[in-house]
Structures are given as structure tokens and as C-alpha cells.
């Protein structure tokens, strides 16, 4: 078909020591290959979350910001939700929290930490400290389920 590899894209790497590919880290872990978000997809997440909440969204109401959060909380969990990534989630949950702080913060310079916290920042269901409003709130990332890919047992017929 006339397809050569590319050189300098081209890695030949032991398992041990992993590769990245689409977006995630294939790597064996003490004999067992443990798939987990690369470092470079939780970087790009990171960036475009500070794009949105300190770039673009510096004036949004928090309802909107909230309805854009959420969809890219759920586009990334969605796609990283068959590996194991609740280190991950933990991490930008944190992240998240920081930029919200900071959004908070920027918005009211001249209140205190008390009166910032109690605006933005609400009890929801069993849950504390939920970035959210009346209507809706911002999704957890490390409360969304991960769910690995069923088994498939080829003794069984779909049909």
C-alpha cells in the first residue's frame, strides 16, 4: 500500500516501561498492565478547565459556567471512564476546586473568605461544599462510576 512508519514518531519501549496512546498510559504494573489517563491528556484537561473558568468564563453567571464545567467533565469522564482513572479524577477534582476558588475569589476582591464560601458554595443532597446553585451543581469527577468493559464469554450467542 506505499505506508512507511515514521522515524522519529516510531518507539519501540518495553512493556514495563509503558507507552502513551490515545490519550492514555499502557503500562505493567508488578506483572499486571494497569491502563490509567496519560500525563499529557490531564494536562490538556487541566488547561482547557482554566481556559474556560479564568479565560473565557471571568464574567460568566455561575449557572453558565456550571452548565460548561459539566460538559467537559462529563465528555472526559465518558471517554476515560473503562480505565483506571481515580487518581486522576481525585486530582482534577482538586484542580477544579482551585480555579473555582480563584474564579470566586476574583469576582469579590473585596470580601472575605466566610462570605465567598457561603455564595458559591452549598450543601446539595448528602453532599457539602458542592459548587452549585438553586437549580443545578457541579459534578464530582471522582463520583462518577468507573465501569470496566464486560467480559465476553464466546460460549454465549447474542442471537
Known amino acids: 500500500m506505499g ?15 509503558g507507552f502513551d496512546m490515545l490519550g492514555w498510559t499502557f503500562r505493567k504494573f508488578k506483572g499486571k498492565l494497569i491502563v ?3 500525563k499529557k491528556a490531564l494536562k490538556a484537561l487541566k488547561s ?16 453558565v459556567l456550571i452548565e460548561k464545567l ?8 465518558n471517554y476515560h471512564q473503562s ?5 486522576a479524577s481525585a486530582h482534577i477534582d482538586y484542580i477544579l476546586y482551585e480555579l473555582l476558588w480563584r474564579w470566586a475569589k476574583r469576582r469579590h476582591p473585596h470580601k472575605g473568605q466566610w462570605w465567598v464560601s457561603t455564595n458559591y458554595w452549598h450543601r446539595m443532597g448528602d453532599r457539602n461544599w458542592v459548587f452549585c446553585t438553586e437549580d443545578e ?3 464530582r469527577v471522582d463520583h462518577i462510576p468507573i465501569s470496566a468493559t ?3 464469554d464466546g460460549r454465549k450467542s447474542l442471537f
Open 36 to 38: 490509567k489517563p496519560s
Open 137 to 139: 451543581g457541579l459534578l
Open 48 to 63: 482547557a478547565l482554566y481556559e474556560t473558568i479564568l479565560g473565557r468564563g471571568k464574567a460568566w453567571k455561575q449557572e
Open 83 to 87: 480505565v483506571c482513572a481515580s487518581e
Open 70 to 77: 459539566n460538559q467537559q467533565i462529563r465528555g472526559w469522564t
Open 3 to 17: 505506508l512507511d512508519l515514521s522515524e522519529e514518531k516510531t518507539v519501540i519501549t518495553h512493556f514495563d516501561d
Open 150 to 152: 464486560p467480559k465476553y
